[in-house]
């Protein structure tokens, strides 16, 4: 089985600014980031995700 791939736009924090960023606690983040790269190492998936 493989394991989704998760990044920032897949984050319950992130709200789009356009196709490819986002804004997360107001900072702009690329919308494609992994979340393991999360520097907050905040990520949260979405609710029903
Ligand atoms: S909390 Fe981390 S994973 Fe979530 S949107 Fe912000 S930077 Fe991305």
């Given at each position: 089985m493989s394991e989704k791939k998760y990044t920032c736009k897949d984050c319950k924090y992130y709200k789009p600014i356009d196709e490819m960023k986002g804004d997360c606690f107001g900072h702009e983040v690329p919308a494609?980031?992994?979340?393991?790269?999360?520097p907050a190492k905040a990520f949260e998936p979405r609710e029903g995700e």
């Open positions: 494609d980031m992994p979340a393991e790269q999360c």
